[in-house]
């Protein structure tokens, strides 16, 4: 089976999707270009060497870097636009995309409706973020899926060996 994992944005896959990656070996897509964290000096090419790094640690050697840059407020036709394009260029047989939840991220929302919106949600299987309802003490809300990986022993320490080569995000 050929999948294919969305990431809304570079670190998504290894804080929401590592124990998926693992198990499913999916191409992966980074649908948002970091432009944001450019007035800190924090560059996407940075960004696309971490995401680099952090899959070679879980097993994928090659990502996508889609286009859309992370400042677009009004992205979601052009995510939607890019989803349909990987569908006619590949051959996919299931897509790995965020939860759409209300209170969710924005763009996590619009990355998962585009995921259900041209490959159908018998094809998709949503993954849990995070949603801003329920802030507390600087904690964001978390749900739980009825979908969970089942995961290998070894697999949480490699998703932390993955995650530490986000140094610019430890910063």
Not at 19 to 31: E, G, N
Not at 70 to 82: K, L, N
Not at 118 to 137: K, L, S
């Amino acid at each position: 089976m050929t999948c294919l994992f969305l990431a809304p944005h570079h670190d998504d896959e290894c804080i929401f999707g590592a124990f998926s990656i693992m198990r499913y070996r999916p191409r992966v897509a980074v649908v948002y270009r970091s432009v944001k964290q450019e007035a800190d000096g924090i560059l996407n090419e940075e960004r696309m060497e971490e995401t680099s790094s952090a899959l070679r640690v879980l097993g994928v050697t090659e990502f996508e870097q889609w286009q859309t840059p992370d400042t677009d407020t009004e992205s979601a036709g052009r995510v939607t636009a890019c989803v349909e394009r990987y569908k006619a260029e590949h051959m996919i047989d299931h897509v790995f995309a965020p939860a759409v939840e209300e209170d969710g991220h924005e763009q996590h929302n619009i990355v998962g409706q585009a995921a259900l919106d041209v490959f159908g949600p018998d094809h998709v299987t949503q993954y849990m973020t995070y949603h801003r309802n329920g802030w507390e003490n600087g904690f964001c809300g978390k749900t739980r899926s009825r979908f969970e990986v089942p995961f290998e022993p070894h697999w949480p320490g490699f998703n932390l060996i993955a995650m530490s080569h986000y140094t610019t995000q430890i910063a």
